[in-house]
């Protein structure tokens, strides 16, 4: 029974601790450190809880929260901009509009300016809407508490969060754009299908070269995009869906090389978050099950 329970929920366990860690392998370690202490509990234990789908989501936001404050310390010394790790998704996920919004690597980047406790709060009450009681009990705080840094989270996100304007047909329509101009060194191509104020943030982790640190401006990124035909004239770029988006993948010469996911609005590209560290995409030859 416990087995059932447990992997009953184990695709919507993994996506709180993403969701709260932005990072896939720190996820699937939080997951399996709360099966070790459901499989721990005595079958009489077992049997006590009622609701085993809001006892396991307490298990991993409190583990979740205590990994958050590691890891928040760790990306204090990462080389240049720290991205969320990219997951390959299917169709089902960017049907839930909200999950897809929310596991959007644009998202989990604006989740990366919240405190620790903030993001956990936000994540267990605004994407899977766990009452405020159930999140006092998992971070050890009370529910008036827990009200506060909600409505702190929650403005801070509402300020920052990017929000996507157009269909999804219209946004697989403008990311073919963008990959037909950047593959062929289309300049006007480029500066059709990017905003002007288009920001660009690339994560390599000094493990593969990009761009120091954030860049703004079509006029400016456009001349140095197009110089990607020449440096790599074989290469692969192709349509992708990460984290329930419309997204790309580049190959330059058969290795995945870089993901891209992009925030279009009005038909134009807003936002480009190029990760390129290798490490994070290595779960990008299977398909991640999120679900809320």
């Known amino acids: 029974m416990s087995v059932d329970h447990f992997v009953a929920h184990r695709s919507l366990l993994f996506t709180v601790a993403y969701e709260m860690l932005g990072s896939a392998v720190d996820a699937e370690d939080v997951v399996q450190e709360a099966w070790l202490r459901w499989a721990a509990l005595a079958d009489t234990e077992r049997a006590e809880v009622r609701e085993p789908r809001a006892y396991l ?38 049907e839930d509009v909200e999950l897809a919004e929310n596991v959007s690597i644009a998202m989990l980047a604006v989740l990366e300016t919240l405190l620790p406790t903030e993001r956990a709060v936000f994540v267990l009450r605004e994407v899977f809407d766990v009452p405020y009681d159930e999140i006092a009990e998992a971070l050890g705080k ?53 905003a002007p104020d288009v920001l660009v943030v690339g994560d390599g982790g000094g493990l593969a070269p990009t761009i120091p640190k954030p860049v703004r401006g079509a006029a400016k990124l456009a001349p140095v995009m197009a110089r990607f035909a020449e440096l790599a004239p074989d290469a692969k770029a192709f ?54």
């Open 142 to 194: 009370s529910p008036a508490a827990v009200r506060q840094i909600a409505v702190r989270a929650r403005k801070h996100v509402a300020a920052r969060r990017p929000r996507m304007s157009v269909s999804r047909a219209e946004q697989e329509q403008v990311v073919e754009r963008f990959l037909s101009a950047l593959t062929t060194g289309d300049v006007p191509g480029l500066l059709e299908v990017l």
């Open 239 to 292: 349509v992708v869906e990460l984290n329930g988006g419309i997204a790309a993948r580049i190959d330059p010469g058969g290795e995945n090389d870089t993901a891209v996911s992009f925030v279009i609005e009005d038909g134009r590209i807003t936002q480009i978050f190029a990760i390129r560290n290798p490490h994070k995409l290595e779960r990008l030859v299977e398909v991640s099950q999120l679900r809320r």
């Open 57 to 94: 989501v307490r298990i991993v936001a409190r583990l979740s929260l205590n990994r958050l404050r590691t890891v928040a310390r760790q990306r204090e010394d990462y080389v240049g901009e720290w991205l969320p790790e990219p997951l390959l998704t299917s169709p089902d996920v960017a």
